[in-house]
């Protein structure tokens, strides 16, 4: 297991689409063990492989107390988004030393090939469902700053600039 250093905002992968998984490998599999080494080193609580410059569709997710209860997902689609929203402060290792406080659907229920090969759906909530959203928008060429205004958008990723510079 490795962990992997994170893709700069501007990278251009960052902002496309990934592949989609066509089947879970022991490639697979050691890729989102390295994913979880880079998402506890972080810390964090989730991962998408372009996140490390895998334009894959694999994304690991964590928001336990205890920790060691990742999720690991290929190919996750969101089947159904809560009516009711919930805010949360976010942040990425790709734009480091900035956040932004944003609202997301506070239940999510997701499919997803699992770390057997299997399709299953699974229900999020809270924090879970936040970092899952997350995750999938990294999956599809966004950050958690396309949610922003253009504005406050520039804003931040000036500052983390002028921070990853020092």
């Known amino acids: 297991m490795t962990v992997r250093p994170c893709l700069p905002y501007a990278d251009r992968r960052l902002h496309i689409p990934a592949e989609p998984v066509p089947a879970?490998?022991?490639?697979?599999?050691?890729?989102?063990?390295?994913?979880?080494?880079?998402?506890?080193?972080?810390?964090?609580?989730?991962?998408?492989?372009?996140?490390?410059?895998?334009?894959?569709?694999?994304?690991?997710?964590?928001?336990?107390?205890?920790?060691?209860?990742?999720?690991?997902?290929?190919?996750?689609?969101?089947?159904?988004?809560?009516?009711?929203?919930?805010?949360?402060?976010?942040?990425?290792?790709?734009?480091?030393?900035?956040?932004?406080?944003?609202?997301?659907?506070?239940?999510?229920t997701v499919r997803f090939l699992n770390a057997q090969g299997e399709v299953e759906e699974r229900d999020f909530v809270g924090l879970w469902a936040t970092s899952v959203q997350h995750q999938i928008d990294h999956l599809n060429g966004r950050l958690y700053v396309d949610h922003l205004s253009p504005l406050r958008r520039k804003m931040l990723v000036a500052k983390s600039a002028k921070l990853t510079r020092r």
Request: charged share 25%; proline share 7%; glycine share 6%.
């Open 24 to 108: 879970i490998t022991e490639t697979v599999r050691m890729i989102w063990d390295d994913m979880i080494d880079t998402m506890e080193a972080m810390p964090g609580v989730g991962l998408a492989a372009p996140q490390i410059g895998i334009m894959q569709r694999l994304a690991v997710v964590d928001a336990s107390d205890k920790r060691g209860q990742a999720v690991r997902m290929a190919n996750p689609e969101i089947l159904h988004a809560s009516v009711q929203l919930r805010a949360h402060e976010e942040a990425s290792p790709n734009l480091p030393g900035v956040s932004a406080r944003i609202e997301r659907p506070r239940a999510v």
